[in-house]
């Protein structure tokens, strides 16, 4: 009998089940169910309760819903038996958390609690908890906490405690009416099997905590607000469970919903960009993930801890069980050709696109491939939107130099491009002055399918071979990986991930290789690019931070 | 009987005559003609013989054209008679310049030397000489020539001497058949008057002459050439004479075929951006003449020559007599906004210029003119066609800082703008710092009279008052003023040119003022702007130097 796993993915907009062979990884069935609500950013449901600038909420009903209708889908389209499928696995966006009670039931859900919006689920792009965040890191740096320097010297406004923190601020009787403060990937997961467990990853990535010295000190969240003292205890958990393992078995009442069988193994909950790590194969240190849509998440797994200066966490077992796992990004890669498309691309050039039939990124892209490297005499920095690794500064903008009254936009198209390759590298460079290998790239993700130009000048930049994922729904194979794993090697599935990531993953059979004479080329605008980014974004000329300091006083846009 | 004076006004595709009253400077009428043969950079006139890269050419039968249709059409236009026009001169584009023989007949226009480029007139813009230019530069260094501080330590390709060593080079047989190599400002002025004249604007700005030193020793145009060293004694003259003077008078063939009367009085030649300055009613020290149109052309005078770095020029009586003119240049303001709305503004925006009926510039304007100051969060360096002064290198380039995903081509609009009137504050600075006071701004050219935002913009930067031309032919009323002052005060003209600009230059009555509140900001924005200027373009970091090289290593366009 054929065995299949099912990787559930919680994305921004929809949920989605993807139905995978346990023993090809093929995927026999998608299907996707978008949410209800969407993403919540100027109402309640009630369509009265007004939210403030930089809110982003969901409504936990839209994630059950999609249990209900996708896998049952699935299953359908495949012609695959309850009986075949032998484990499950969630992954989600994070930090994306909400407050519940003692048995899970979301506060929003009971009415007292259903005009409040602190009750409801904070997605990850919430950004409202800047100013908690803020409070949070300054404290920190007093009390010298060492945790810090893991997270890259700086914890995010998107992550779990300024968010726990904004509804303490705002809605003290939400806070004391949660019981579980709780992840949104571990809840799901709770629904699922009827006990609540806790996932190192989004544990290590967004909420302080690590393998070895666990959560900061009670006396660290005193400091914060006492109130704070007991969150772990009472509102968290100190039971951190790592990636690989299961976490239960499916509920008899969930299981009917889903058209599954009861006691299917449900693996522990994992973020989605952390699952595809497995998605592709990556089963070792030195081989590096980059997930590319319009920002770019860098996953590498490492033997041991290495404070790497400007990265977004070092987490043990937080992306595969027995690593450390390495995580960076770029807050800017395909928002950034977005921008240029949008913004600054003249009208023949999209006239020209619509008499071909392509798309306007698709038409630039060729043009920009005939350009020799190096042709368009062009230096960008990539920080339109501020500067996530190896800076970690939000207040850093954009550059470009060497523009002439030649420069046509199908060179600022790849000199953005390039721009965004160099960030790789110096990424990359950093991860390896630190003692993190990484001698090999693996890419998913819409723009590394798609953009073979793009893909070129990043192995060119790189100066190492990319191999790109060959199935369009990496991250949920990955989460698939995950129940075959918790349904383990004696019910068809595996018993590590590593052997699930061998034998399901799935990449092209070619790499992108680098080109010696462009990476020689690119060697030598590189050392341009770095000289910049230093000046600008090591303090020799704070020009950024001061233009930014007047547009705000002159009451421009932020 | 009201008496009028003539200004002839030979631009790059067509030459004007305007017919102003001698005693208010109205404009009473205004002819053009273009050149038939155009500028010639791809054939000759033979339609087979092919000119160089970098090649400007052109003819001078159209020069000649231009007097025989323009002034009669003004006089006709206008109903003025022949004895009522009291004096002409002309003004002219420079470094334009023509091999001729002892007569004055081109070389061109010889059967033997119809089909050879070099018997032709090299246009301002024949940049092919840049070689010779370079071969000049090195000598002068070389032998420590004091002439180099005068033009901002180097001449350019454009100018008399690189123009006449690539005659000797690639047509020796020219050279040694050119009895006299001259301006075409001086030889059209020797066409109407019948004798030979040369003028001190042209000689100073373009020949390397000065008042006090005259021409460089006979013995530097040996090191260029051994066949240079007679160059001055024996193709141009050493017989220069001061603006503002009397050329000679018209003979009678050149006024029967002008309609006009014999014995009117012709002023000494000038160029075309010079004689703005009294076109505007500048007369003294401290007032500054911005000609603004795609590049941006600045005079001042002084009373004493300075040594200032990075500047186009210091010639004692090169714009008014008794003064020393002080030139500057910034080579791309007209072409940045053109070159951002032709490559870099998007569909939507031309759009919605159309459906309000206004040219894409006019519409970015005024959704330019809608941000408060200091409100992009953009800075960007004026350099997208290199730096003219104060760095005098053409291998700079442009940069943006301070790009964001919610920057605007508005916002870019004004950047761009901003940036050029940094640049011009620069050059302010720069005189100021050297002794050459700048009290006072006077503008004309198309952008000065259509841009209200650019004109407050540059009077903010600057932290001054702007008066702007109330003539659209500010530089032909300049060349009139000095026709009216070779006829003389007795004969219903001026005894001297300030007097001539005082009575009839024609400014706007409403100067544009700083706004103090902006100003302030402007003095922040401007010290961001110095300090990039001085990080790219003083030395701190080649980068600019080093793509271009790449580029051209790559085969990338110039």
Redesign the interface.
């Known amino acids: 009998m054929k065995t299949y796993a099912l990787g559930i993915d919680y994305g921004t907009q929809s949920g989605r089940a993807v139905l995978a062979d346990t023993a090809t990884g093929e995927i026999v069935a998608t299907a996707v169910q978008p949410y209800a609500h969407g993403v919540m950013d100027e109402r309640l449901p009630d369509g009265e309760t007004r939210l403030g600038h930089d809110w982003a909420l969901q409504h936990p009903s839209d994630y059950l819903e999609v249990l209900e209708t996708t896998v049952p889908a699935a299953l359908r389209e495949a012609g695959v038996r309850p009986e075949q499928v032998i484990g499950l696995a969630v992954d989600f966006t994070a930090c994306t958390m909400l407050p519940t009670d003692r048995a899970g039931t979301p506060l929003c859900l009971k009415p007292e609690f259903a005009r409040n919006p602190h009750a409801y689920v904070k997605l990850w792009k919430h950004h409202a908890a800047q100013p908690e965040a803020n409070r949070l890191n300054e404290i920190a740096v007093a009390r010298g906490e060492k945790f810090l320097a893991r997270y890259g010297g700086k914890i995010s406004s998107e992550w779990l405690i300024p968010k726990i923190m904004q509804i303490l601020d705002e809605a003290p009787e939400v806070y004391a009416a949660a019981d579980r403060l709780i992840e949104a990937t571990d809840w799901i997961t709770w629904q699922l099997t009827g006990r609540e467990t806790r996932n190192s990853c989004t544990a290590g990535y967004k909420a302080l905590w690590s393998k070895r010295e666990g959560y900061p000190a009670d006396e660290f969240f005193a400091a914060l607000d006492p109130r704070l003292a007991r969150l772990v205890d009472e509102k968290l958990s100190r039971d951190i469970r790592p990636l690989g393992e299961k976490a239960g078995e499916l509920t008899p009442d969930r299981a009917r919903r889903m058209g599954l069988l009861p006691g299917t193994a449900v693996g522990i909950a994992n973020v989605d960009a952390h699952a595809g790590v497995p998605g592709v194969g990556i089963t070792e240190p030195g081989q590096m993930l980059m997930i590319m849509g319009t920002s770019t998440c860098h996953m590498v797994l490492g033997t041991e801890e290495r404070i790497v200066p400007g990265m977004c966490g070092v987490v043990e077992d937080g992306i595969m069980p027995g690593f450390f796992g390495y995580e960076a990004g770029q807050s800017?890669v395909g928002?950034?050709f977005e921008?240029l498309v949008?913004?600054?691309?003249?009208?023949a050039y999209?006239d020209d696109a619509r008499a071909r039939g392509l798309d306007i990124h698709q038409w630039l892209t060729e043009k920009a491939a005939e350009?020799?490297?190096?042709?368009?005499?062009?230096?960008a920095l990539d920080w339109?939107?501020g500067n996530r690794s190896v800076l970690v500064d939000a207040d850093l903008?954009?550059?470009?130099?060497?523009?002439?009254?030649?420069?046509?936009?199908e060179e600022?198209y790849r000199a953005l491009i390039e721009a965004t390759a160099f960030g790789t590298n110096m990424i990359i460079e950093t991860f390896v002055r630190h003692g993190v290998p990484v001698r090999e790239l693996f890419a998913c993700g819409g723009i590394a399918e798609k953009n073979a130009l793009l893909m070129q000048i990043y192995a060119d930049v790189t100066n190492r071979e990319i191999r790109v994922s060959a199935s369009p729904q990496t991250v949920a194979l990955g989460a698939a990986m995950f129940g075959a794993v918790a349904a383990g090697a004696a019910r068809g599935g595996y018993d590590r991930i590593a052997d699930a990531a061998r034998r399901m993953s799935r990449v092209r059979p070619e790499p992108y290789r680098p080109r010696p004479a462009a990476a020689a080329?690119y060697a030598?605008?590189y050392a341009?690019y770095r000289?910049?980014h230093d000046?600008?974004g090591r303090g020799a000329?704070e020009?950024?931070k001061?233009?930014?300091a007047?547009?705000a006083?002159?009451?421009?846009?932020?």
Do not use: I, Q
Request: charged residues 20%.
């Open positions: 800017c928002d950034h921008w949008e913004r600054a691309v003249p009208p999209h350009l020799p490297v190096g042709g368009s005499g062009l230096l339109w939107n903008t954009g550059v470009l130099v060497g523009a002439t009254l030649r420069t046509k936009p600022l080329v030598k605008l341009e000289a910049l000046y600008f000329n020009v950024m001061r233009l930014k007047l547009k006083e002159a009451g421009g846009h932020a």
